[in-house]
């Protein structure tokens, strides 16, 4: 694929996901926990989220009262958030979160969900820690929720659901050296309907992360197992990551 690291091509796949994204592939993550420990974090705020999609997590953080900004690259996702987040204090508009800048700066940047997985290179990817390093207040936090490699990098095919009428599967290839895999989840249904939704993910260890931070002006305060700041241990499949300004 020409376009694993172009944020057009990312753009086009979530467009296609956008409207099946929070239905389907989130089921799985503790949104509940999420939210709690993001509020905890962010104080009075407000909050930049980058990834922000349809608002799986903005929404719940704005009806407790902060305000949530957020980034996207699709434009379908910013409209699907759109559409409920009426009269809530969320602001989404469409950039690259490898490369953006901030009218203001946060006591909260965070992105979950390996999203940053879904910027294609190494380079983009420290990138994303620069840019949200300059958007942090002095002592603000970048919280980074993300997949282990082993994880991320599963066997080739995937059998995610399955009842008398619908079979929903997950096929990739992985690439080893880059670090990347490269997905379709295929949808199908008994009565002829079928989908195939794309994506590209280019997966760090917790240790090359941290370097990233580092290379950014960040340093590591903090590192779970999860959401409820459980251990971070080698069997985890998942990670919670706080990063803070080096003072």
């Not at 379908?76 to 009218?103: G, K, N, W, Y």
């Not at 390093?133 to 659901?161: D, I, K, M």
Request: charged content about 25%; aromatic content about 8%; glycine content about 8%.
């Amino acid at each position: 694929m020409d376009d694993v690291d172009d944020f057009e091509g990312q753009a086009g796949r979530w467009d296609r996901w956008a409207p099946f994204y929070g239905r389907d592939s989130l089921s799985h993550l503790k949104s509940d926990e999420a939210v709690a420990a993001l509020a905890a974090l962010a104080g009075d705020g407000p909050a930049l989220e980058l990834g922000i999609g349809d608002g799986r997590l903005a929404l719940p953080l704005a009806r407790l009262g902060l305000r949530v900004d957020g980034l996207d690259a699709s434009e379908q996702m910013i409209a699907r958030l759109h559409e409920q987040s009426v009269d809530l204090p969320v602001r989404a508009r469409r950039a690259d979160m490898a490369c953006f800048d901030t009218t203001e700066q946060y006591p909260l940047v965070f992105v979950a969900a390996s999203t940053l997985f879904m910027i294609g290179s190494q380079d983009r990817q420290v990138d994303c820690f620069r840019s949200a390093a300059a958007a942090l207040t002095t002592r603000g936090r970048f919280v980074v929720e993300a997949s282990t490699p082993a994880a991320v990098a599963g066997p080739p095919v995937v059998v995610r659901y399955v009842d008398d009428d619908h079979v929903r599967l997950t096929m990739q290839t992985h690439d080893l050296v880059g670090q990347r895999v490269v997905s379709q989840e295929l949808q199908l249904a008994a009565d002829g309907r079928w989908r195939m939704l794309p994506a590209v993910r280019r997966y760090a260890s917790p240790a090359e992360l941290d370097l990233m931070a580092q290379l950014a002006g960040l340093r590591l305060s903090g590192r779970y197992g999860g959401w409820d700041k459980s251990p971070f241990i080698a069997a985890n499949t998942r990670h919670v990551s706080i990063y803070t300004p080096v003072e």
